[in-house]
């Protein structure tokens, strides 16, 4: 039986338990929607994982795909372009890419940048949906990997992975029609312990070497760049960095790295992973004069699994936000003014209490508006047509099994 087909049978027979006791009152029964990338991958639960859900021209688009090179379904590609109108799944179109990640609207344009090419790595692409109408352009010079497109101070500006420039970013003063590498800036240098002055860097890459620029978002009047970036002063062999938060600089049209190592301000009360992790901004939006982020560790090549929320109005005033212990945050939204969190809860019977928190003006308090049991956790949200709507993921580990309903949509009311 088909996955959607499944879910839905499930919440009908009531063989999925019902929701958490405690949130028993929010408790809500979804409307399977279905489950679009089934088609595409019908015997691949992994990338069928809803990456992202966002809301354009009257319709609800979703990214899906794979673009890890390990195991399940690794190289995922290409994938279909799905947008809902309310009635009914289209695909608009198709990427050359192994997943879809972002869509990133900037005014009448929507775009989607090219997060795993499966074209030579000479030029990374971009993908315009104008008029509804999609073009592919293939003019980001050496793109390997573009994981986020922001506009910013009047430009376009993409980071990722690629390789033979100075960093992993690149600029467009013309939206989008041309693309050049960013600089990169001189920055802090840290020796024996101690921070000197501002140095000419160099990004390593090659020969173990892998670095990125995994997020671009905006804090106060600036944009930043959430990376793992290995370098060292220029001309210098035996110091060795990792840069971990870049600053743009538009009017030198690059990125200085001002951060190292994993001790990022933006994560205050962080219990640390291994060593060697580096904590990232995943998800962020911005309400008032803050901007609210989810963190993530990186996990299997490109993907992340989340660890808080948190938000911030510059680098020195950062504070993660109260969510229940045993409640982990897959996506975050502003609507009306207000932030609203997905999260997740594994039930010990089996399978997933999904709620979404609404938090109160100053971010102090948050409240459990829905809850409702499903066999997966939800990795995505977006409120379309006065309603909310989900998209189901699934993960890896040793101890996990993929689930068979990954990539199903479910729908409930929106509640005010």
């Known amino acids: ?71 399940p379904s690794p190289n995922a590609g290409p994938v279909p372009v799905v947008s809902y109108d309310g009635k009914r799944f289209h695909t608009e179109f198709s990427v050359d890419e192994e997943q879809i990640a972002q869509y990133y609207p900037d005014g009448h344009v929507l775009l989607i940048p090219g997060h795993d090419s499966r074209d030579d790595w000479s030029f990374g692409n971009m993908y315009r949906r104008t008029d509804r109408h999609w073009t592919k352009v293939r003019n980001v010079p050496r793109g390997l990997h573009i994981y986020s497109v922001q506009r910013f101070h009047g430009h376009l500006i ?15 003063g013309d939206d989008g029609a041309n693309w050049k590498p960013a600089a990169l800036l001189p920055g802090p240098v ?27 978002f905006e804090l106060g009047d600036a944009l930043y760049a959430s990376a793992t970036a290995p370098m060292r002063p220029v001309g210098e062999t035996g110091v060795q960095t990792v840069a971990s938060l870049f600053q743009f600089d538009p009017a030198q049209e690059g990125f200085m790295p001002i951060i190292f190592g994993s001790s990022v301000p933006l994560f205050p009360d962080l219990q640390a992973g291994a060593s060697d992790k580096i904590p990232l901004v995943r998800r962020w939006a911005r309400i008032d004069d803050q901007t609210v982020y989810i963190g993530g560790w990186q ?67 948050a409240t459990p508006i829905l809850t409702f049991a499903a066999p997966t956790f939800a990795r995505s949200f977006a409120v379309f047509r006065r309603q909310f709507y989900f998209g189901l993921g699934t993960e890896t580990g040793k101890s996990v099994r993929l689930s068979e309903a990954a990539g199903t949509v479910l729908r409930t009311s929106l509640i005010p």
């Open 299 to 365: 996990h299997n090549d490109h993907q992340w699994l989340p660890f808080g929320v948190y938000a911030a109005t510059s680098l020195e005033q950062t504070r993660r936000l109260p969510l229940p212990d045993d409640q982990i945050p897959w996506d975050i939204l502003v609507h009306k003014n207000r932030l609203y969190c997905l999260t997740a809860k594994s039930k010990s019977e089996g399978g997933y209490a999904v709620t979404i928190f609404r938090f109160d003006r100053a971010l102090e308090h």
């Open 158 to 172: 993409a980071a990722g992975g690629s390789y033979g420039q100075p960093i992993d970013a690149w600029i467009s």
């Open 190 to 216: 840290s020796r024996d312990g101690q921070v000197t002055g501002a140095a000419p860097l160099e990004r390593l890459v090659g020969k173990g070497y892998f670095g990125r620029l995994w997020s671009l």
């Open 1 to 71: 039986m088909r996955p959607a087909l499944l879910f839905a049978a499930a919440l009908i027979t009531g063989t999925i338990a019902p929701a958490e006791t405690a949130y028993a009152q929010r408790a809500v029964t979804p409307v399977v929607v279905g489950s679009p990338f089934e088609e595409r991958w019908p015997e691949a639960p992994y990338p069928r994982n809803i990456w992202t859900m966002q809301v354009f021209d009257g319709r609800l688009f979703l990214g899906a795909g794979n673009s890890s090179n390990f195991d």
